[in-house]
C-alpha cells in the first residue's frame, strides 16, 4: 500500500473558508469609523444621532456649529419640519433675507455679509409693524441719544435702550465726548485717573511683567467708576486686580495697587465700614495698614473669645471658618464654611480634609496638580475673605482672619520673608489665577498661571493661660508662578497645613537649666571615677592618659544626662499634650523640634563612646585560673617499685570546662535582648502605641483606616519609643532578678558553684591593682575523682558535715572585690614577662628562647603556685587583709584605703566580678540599645527598620565580644583557644 500526505476534499476547504469569513463578518459588523463636526464639509453637517456626517440640501450650507444646515446667503427657509429645511432663493427686488430667515425683505440701504439688512450705528433695524406684518422695505430708526430718551441700540440691534450711565453724567448724551475718556465701554470725565496706567501683572518669581488682556481692559474703567461713582462692584473687581497682582505696591507706580491705594487714601472722608480703620466705605478690606509693629498688635495682643477643650462636658474642638465668596468682577456670590475642599486644592475625602479644622490636629496635605486641569476647572478665579466664626446664634459674630502673602512686595521689596515687624498683614486671597496672564485676549491660552502652592493656618497658644485661649490665628498664603510651555504634562506641587505652637521659651530655659546643673553634676561625678581609676592602677601622677580618662568618663556621665532630660521632656509632652482636658501647652512645631534632637543625637554619640571604652575595658581584662588540685599518689607499675607511691598528673580539663564556661558568660545580660526587641515592636505596631505620638491631642491606640492620620511628633515619638523600650527592659531585669535567677537559673552563681566544684579560683584584674576574686578552693581537697566520690562530697556538703566554702574559716563567702599592692603587681607582670616577649616582635624574643610551649607551661605553672601561695598567705611581703566596704565607698565606687603594704580583699556578696561582663553592664547596654533604636526611628521614620537594625547591632557586638573576648581568655589564662569552644 503506497504511503504520502492526505488531502482534505475540495467541499471541506470551502466550507471551513466560509465559516471564518462569517466569524469575521460577524466580528466587523460593529466597528464604526471615527467622525468629528471639523471632518465635515461646508456642504455637510455632523449628525449626532448617527455620528456621521450628511449632506445638506440644495441651496445650503453647514452652520456655524456644523451641527445643522442653513440656508445659503440670499435664500430664505421656505418649510422646516425639525429635521430638515426647504430653501429658496429671494427674488432680485427683495433680495434680503429677514434675520429669522423665513422672509424676503428690500432693504434701505447695503447688505450685510450674512444676507441681512445693515443699518448705521445709532440705528435699530426694523422689519415687522407692531402686529407683526411684514413690511415691504426694512427701515433703519436712529435711537435718540439726547435728553430725555438717551438710548442707543441693545447688543442684538432690534431695539433701542438707555445707555449705560457713566455716558449721560460725563457727556449727557449717549455719545463720549472727545475730551472724556472711554475704558471698558463707559465714558468718563477728563482727569480722572493718572492716563498711565500700568495694566501689567507682575510674576516676580520669573521675572517676567505680563501686560494682562483682563487688566488692560478693566482696570481703568473699574478704577475711575470705584473712584468717581463709587460702584461697589467696580471697586471689589479693582481689590480682585490688586489680589492678583499679589497686594504688591509701589509709591511710583500706578498698577492695580497703587490706583487701589490712592482710592482708598483719597475717599477718607467717607468714614469706614464695620468701624474698622482699614475698611473703607466701598472698598474691598485689602490691607492692615502699613505702621511698624502692627502685625504683632494684630496677631498677638488680644486672644479670640473663644476657649478649645479636648475632654469634658465642654468640648470644644471645631475651627468655624467663613469666607465671603466674589467672583473675578466684584460680585458677592454666597458665604461658604470653609471645610472639605474649599482652600484645599488637592484632592482628597471629605472626612479627611474636615480634620484639618479639628483644633489640636497638625494638619498636612501635599500634591501634584496638572496644570491642564487647573485650566480646565478653573477659567476665572475666585477670591476668598476670611473670618472666624465667633458663634452668637442669632447674634453670631465674625473676626477677620489676617493674611500674610510671602508673594506681596513694597517698592520691590518682599517685606514678608522679613521679620514680623516689617509686615504687611493682608486680607483676601485666590487660589488659582489663570486670567491675568492672558495677553492677547482673555480666551487665548495664559503666558502664565499663579497657584496658592502653600496656604498655612497657625494658631499660637496665649502664654500662662490654663483656659484654652489662642490668638487670632494667621493665614500664610504662598503663591507660585508657571510658565506655559506645555500644558499637559506640567505639573504643580501645592499644599495646605494647619499648625499649633506656642512660646517655647520658658520650657527650652527649663531644659538648659536641667542640663546645666545635671552636667554639673557629671562633671564631679566623673571627677570621682577618675579618682578612683588612679587609685586602682596605683598612679599619682596626672598626665594625658589622665585627661583622656577623665574624658571618657565624663562621655558617658553626660550622654546619662542628655537621655534623662530628654526622655523626662518627651514624658512630659506626652502625658501633659495628651492628657489635658483645657488646652494649656502644645507640641513643638518640627522646627523647634532641632534642638531636641540634637539633644538626642549627643546622648546617643556620648553613650556610644562609653559603650565602646567599657567594651575595650572588657577586652582586656586580665584572667587568670587557679588551680588548686594537688597530684595524689599511685602504686607503681612494678613489683619492685610497689613500696613507691608515684603522684598522678593533675588533670587540666577543669580549667578547661571552667574556661569555657567563662567564656560562655561573657555576653549574657539580665535581660533578653530578643525578647525586648518583640516585645516593644508589639507594643508599637500591633497594640497601637505608635498612636500616641501622632501629633493631635487623641489617645486612642486605633484609627479609622479612611480618618485623616497626622504627622509624628519626634518629641512624642521619641518619649514614646523610649519609654516603652526602658519599661520592658526594667520589667525584664525584674522578673529575671526576682524569679529566674531564684528559681530557674543563675548563670553568675552557678559559675560561683563551679569553680568550687572544680577546684579552682579565678582572678580578674579590670585595673593595674584592682579586681576580683572568686575563691573555688575546695573543701573537700580534691576534685579529680571518680562520680561515686563527687556525689558523697556533695552529699556531706548539703547536710554542713564539712567546712564553708568561703576565703575565711566559718564564712561562705566566696567573692570579693580586691585592692593589690604595688609589689603584687610587679611579681605578676614579672612572671608573664617572658609570654609578653613571645607575642612582641621577634628582635625581643632572645635566640636562645625555649620552645614557646614549654613557655607557656613553665609560665602557668609558676603563676600557679605564686597566686596558690599568695591566697595561702606564704609571702608575708605580699600578704593581704579581708574586710568588708563602707557604705560611703560603696556608693561613690572608690576605696578609701590604698594597699601601701598589704592587699584588701573586700567582701563581696553582689557578685560584682559581673562588672567585667555584659551582664554587670546592662544599664549601659539598655540605654545603648534604646537610644540605638529611637535615632534609627527618628531618622526613618519606621519602628519595624530601627528594630531590625538594633537586632544586628547586638549581634554584631555580641560577636565581637565574644572572638575577642576568647582570645584576650586565651592569651591571658594561658588555656590554649583550641579548647574554648
Excluded at 599 to 628: G, T
Excluded at 704 to 727: H, K, M, N, Q
Aim: aromatic share 10%; net charge neutral.
Amino acid at each position: 500500500m503506497a504511503t504520502g500526505t492526505l488531502k482534505p476534499p475540495a467541499h471541506r476547504l470551502r466550507a471551513l473558508f466560509l465559516l471564518m469569513s462569517v466569524e469575521l463578518l460577524h466580528c466587523q459588523e460593529f466597528i464604526v469609523p471615527f467622525r468629528a463636526p471639523a471632518d465635515c464639509g461646508p456642504a455637510e453637517f455632523f449628525d449626532g444621532s448617527g455620528l456621521v456626517c450628511g449632506k445638506c440640501g440644495p441651496n445650503q450650507r453647514s452652520s456655524a456649529t456644523g451641527l445643522s444646515c442653513v440656508c445659503q446667503i440670499g435664500y430664505r427657509v421656505l418649510s422646516a419640519n425639525g429635521a430638515s429645511i426647504t430653501c429658496e432663493q429671494c427674488p432680485p427686488d427683495q433680495p434680503a433675507v429677514t434675520k429669522e430667515g423665513f422672509d424676503c425683505i428690500r432693504c434701505p440701504g447695503s447688505l450685510s455679509d450674512d444676507g441681512t439688512c445693515r443699518c448705521a450705528d445709532g440705528s435699530v433695524l426694523v422689519e415687522r409693524d407692531a402686529q407683526g406684518n411684514l413690511l415691504e422695505e426694512a427701515r433703519c430708526d436712529p435711537c435718540n441719544g439726547s435728553s430725555p430718551a438717551f438710548s442707543v441700540p441693545n447688543s442684538r440691534g432690534d431695539r433701542c435702550e438707555r445707555c449705560q450711565p457713566s455716558f449721560i453724567n460725563s457727556s449727557r448724551s449717549c455719545v463720549c465726548g472727545q475730551t472724556n475718556i472711554l475704558a471698558g465701554g463707559l465714558c468718563f470725565p477728563p482727569n480722572t485717573l493718572p492716563t498711565n496706567v500700568n495694566p501689567t501683572v507682575k510674576f516676580a518669581q520669573l521675572g517676567l511683567p505680563v501686560q494682562s488682556a483682563w487688566f488692560l481692559k478693566n482696570l481703568y474703567s473699574s478704577s475711575a467708576s470705584c473712584l468717581v461713582y463709587s460702584n461697589r462692584t467696580a471697586c471689589q473687581a479693582l481689590g480682585n486686580m490688586c489680589v492678583m497682582n499679589m497686594h504688591s505696591f509701589s509709591s511710583v507706580s500706578n498698577d492695580a495697587c497703587g490706583l487701589f491705594n490712592s482710592i482708598f487714601r483719597s475717599t477718607a472722608a467717607l468714614g469706614s465700614t464695620q468701624d474698622i480703620s482699614y475698611w473703607r466705605v466701598n472698598l474691598p478690606w485689602l490691607y492692615y495698614g502699613d505702621q511698624l509693629g502692627l502685625a504683632s498688635r494684630v496677631l498677638q495682643t488680644d486672644p479670640l473669645p473663644i476657649r478649645f477643650h479636648f475632654r469634658g462636658q465642654n468640648k470644644n474642638t471645631d475651627i468655624k471658618l467663613l469666607a465671603a465668596v466674589y467672583n473675578v468682577r466684584g460680585v458677592f456670590l454666597r458665604w461658604e464654611k470653609l471645610g472639605a475642599g474649599n482652600l484645599q486644592l488637592c484632592p482628597d475625602t471629605a472626612n479627611r480634609q474636615q480634620a484639618a479644622f479639628s483644633f489640636g490636629t497638625s494638619y498636612q496635605e501635599r500634591c501634584d496638580l496638572s496644570v491642564a486641569e487647573l485650566l480646565r476647572v478653573y477659567p476665572e478665579p475666585l477670591f476668598y475673605d476670611v473670618f472666624v466664626d465667633l458663634g452668637g446664634g442669632e447674634d453670631k459674630t465674625l473676626l477677620p482672619l489676617p493674611t500674610l502673602v510671602i508673594n506681596q512686595q513694597y517698592n520691590e521689596r518682599f517685606v514678608n520673608q522679613e521679620s514680623m515687624k516689617n509686615w504687611y498683614l493682608t486680607r483676601r486671597i485666590l487660589l488659582v489665577d489663570t486670567l491675568s496672564g492672558r495677553e492677547k485676549s482673555m480666551s487665548s491660552t495664559p503666558k502664565v498661571i499663579r497657584v496658592a502652592s502653600s496656604i498655612k493656618i497657625q494658631f499660637q497658644l496665649v502664654p500662662r493661660n490654663q483656659e484654652g485661649q489662642v490668638f487670632p490665628p494667621l493665614m500664610t498664603v504662598s503663591y507660585k508662578d508657571v510658565l506655559i510651555t506645555d500644558v499637559n504634562t506640567q505639573i504643580i506641587p501645592a499644599s495646605f497645613s494647619v499648625e499649633y505652637e506656642m512660646d517655647q521659651n520658658e520650657a527650652r530655659i527649663k531644659t538648659d537649666i536641667a542640663l546645666g546643673v545635671l552636667g554639673g553634676l557629671a562633671v564631679l561625678c566623673s571627677l570621682l571615677k577618675t579618682v578612683s581609676w588612679k587609685r586602682r592602677i596605683a598612679s599619682p601622677l596626672i598626665d594625658m592618659e589622665t585627661v583622656l580618662k577623665f574624658l571618657l568618663f565624663y562621655a558617658g556621665d553626660l550622654a546619662n544626662v542628655f537621655f534623662v532630660v530628654t526622655v523626662g521632656s518627651g514624658l512630659y509632652w506626652l502625658i501633659f499634650y495628651k492628657a489635658q482636658q483645657f488646652v494649656s501647652v502644645l507640641l513643638p512645631l518640627p522646627t523647634q523640634e532641632e534642638q531636641f534632637v540634637t539633644y538626642i543625637s549627643c546622648a546617643f554619640a556620648l553613650k556610644a563612646v562609653q559603650f565602646l571604652h567599657k567594651l575595650v575595658m572588657q577586652l582586656s581584662v586580665d584572667v587568670f585560673f587557679i588551680d588548686w588540685e594537688r597530684p595524689r599518689s599511685r602504686p607503681g607499675r612494678t613489683i619492685q617499685s610497689s613500696a613507691e607511691l608515684k603522684p598522678s598528673p593533675v588533670s587540666i580539663w577543669r580549667t578547661y570546662f571552667v574556661a569555657n564556661e567563662w567564656n560562655e558568660i561573657q555576653t549574657i545580660r539580665k535581660i533578653s535582648p530578643t525578647f525586648q526587641i518583640m516585645a516593644v515592636l508589639f507594643l508599637l505596631e500591633v497594640v497601637g502605641f505608635s498612636n500616641l505620638a501622632l501629633r493631635d491631642p487623641w489617645s486612642a491606640l486605633s484609627r479609622s483606616p479612611e480618618a485623616y492620620t497626622p504627622a509624628y511628633s519626634l518629641i512624642l515619638r521619641y518619649g514614646l519609643a523610649a519609654t516603652l523600650w526602658l519599661c520592658v527592659g526594667v520589667l525584664q531585669a525584674m522578673y529575671f532578678t526576682v524569679f529566674h535567677e531564684r528559681f530557674v537559673e543563675d548563670k553568675i552563681r552557678q559559675f560561683v558553684d563551679l569553680c568550687s566544684i572544680s577546684n579552682i579560683s579565678v582572678l580578674l584584674l579590670s585595673h593595674r591593682c584592682f579586681g576580683y576574686y572568686i575563691h573555688g578552693r575546695s573543701v573537700h581537697g580534691h576534685a579529680d575523682t571518680n562520680m561515686e566520690e563527687m556525689n558523697g562530697n556533695l552529699r556531706r556538703e548539703a547536710e554542713s558535715l564539712c567546712p564553708q566554702r568561703g576565703l575565711l574559716p566559718n564564712t561562705d563567702t566566696q567573692t570579693f572585690q580586691i585592692s593589690i599592692s604595688d609589689r603584687l603587681r610587679v611579681m605578676y607582670d614579672r612572671i608573664r614577662e617572658p609570654l609578653s616577649r613571645r607575642h612582641g616582635p621577634t628582635r625581643l624574643v632572645g635566640a636562645t628562647s625555649t620552645n614557646p610551649s614549654e613557655q607557656s607551661i613553665r609560665a602557668y605553672n609558676t603563676m600557679n603556685r605564686f597566686l596558690g601561695s599568695i591566697i595561702d598567705h606564704a609571702h608575708p611581703e605580699m600578704d593581704y587583709t579581708v574586710k568588708d566596704k563602707l557604705m560611703f565607698e560603696r556608693v561613690i565606687g572608690m576605696e578609701f584605703f590604698e594597699p601601701n603594704d598589704k592587699s584588701i580583699f573586700y567582701n563581696d556578696e553582689d557578685h560584682s566580678f559581673s562588672d567585667v561582663l555584659f551582664y554587670g553592664n546592662e544599664a549601659t547596654l539598655l540605654i545603648f540599645d534604646t537610644l540605638f533604636f529611637c535615632v534609627v526611628d527618628l531618622g526613618s521614620q519606621s519602628f519595624v527598620l530601627a528594630a531590625v537594625l538594633t537586632y544586628i547591632q547586638q549581634m554584631i557586638f555580641c560577636l565581637i565580644r565574644n572572638a575577642i573576648g576568647r582570645r584576650n581568655l586565651a592569651n591571658k589564662t594561658l588555656v590554649d583557644e583550641r579548647f574554648l569552644i
